[in-house]
């Protein structure tokens, strides 16, 4: 599979900016059973799972960016009850969003979640 993915990645007509290992995905903290991954060159998509890759997307979206990529950060904004202050958290991922309301609310995530962000809490001064 790696010589296959190498081939492609050399054929600008699939659009495939890099390949990367298991060891490259474990540094990205990607799912730790990945074998491979493939990031797109701008423009270019991954979409139907992974079976497609496409310059054109059907929608707003895709698939198959490395998260390097500033233009494809978003903004990820906390307030409620028990939350107290304004702080840049840094780079999220979005393995940690669902922890993190899960902590807020009291709820308890499986084993396998990923850690919370670590919002100050308390009471609003």
């Given at each position: 599979?790696?010589?296959?993915?190498?081939?492609?990645?050399?054929?600008?007509?699939?659009?495939?900016?890099?390949?990367?290992?298991?060891?490259?995905l474990?540094?990205?903290?990607a799912?730790?059973?990945?074998?491979?991954?493939?990031?797109?060159?701008?423009?270019?998509?991954?979409?139907?799972?992974?079976?497609?890759?496409?310059?054109?997307?059907?929608?707003?979206?895709?698939?198959?960016?490395?998260?390097?990529?500033?233009?494809?950060?978003?903004?990820?904004?906390?307030?409620?009850?028990?939350?107290?202050?304004?702080?840049?958290?840094?780079?999220?991922?979005?393995?940690?969003?669902?922890?993190?309301?899960?902590?807020?609310?009291?709820?308890?995530?499986?084993?396998?979640?990923?850690?919370?962000?670590?919002?100050?809490?308390?009471?609003?001064?």
């Open positions: 599979m790696g010589a296959l993915l190498a081939g492609l990645t050399e054929d600008p007509a699939y659009g495939i900016a890099s390949l990367w290992t298991a060891d490259d474990a540094a990205r903290q799912h730790p059973e990945a074998a491979f991954g493939i990031g797109m060159r701008p423009g270019w998509y991954a979409l139907g799972g992974s079976d497609v890759l496409t310059p054109a997307a059907p929608s707003a979206g895709g698939h198959g960016f490395p998260p390097e990529y500033p233009d494809l950060h978003a903004s990820l904004i906390i307030r409620g009850p028990g939350v107290t202050a304004a702080r840049d958290l840094g780079i999220v991922r979005m393995t940690q969003i669902g922890p993190t309301l899960a902590r807020l609310l009291g709820v308890r995530l499986g084993p396998d979640a990923d850690e919370p962000l670590d919002v100050p809490t308390g009471a609003a001064p």
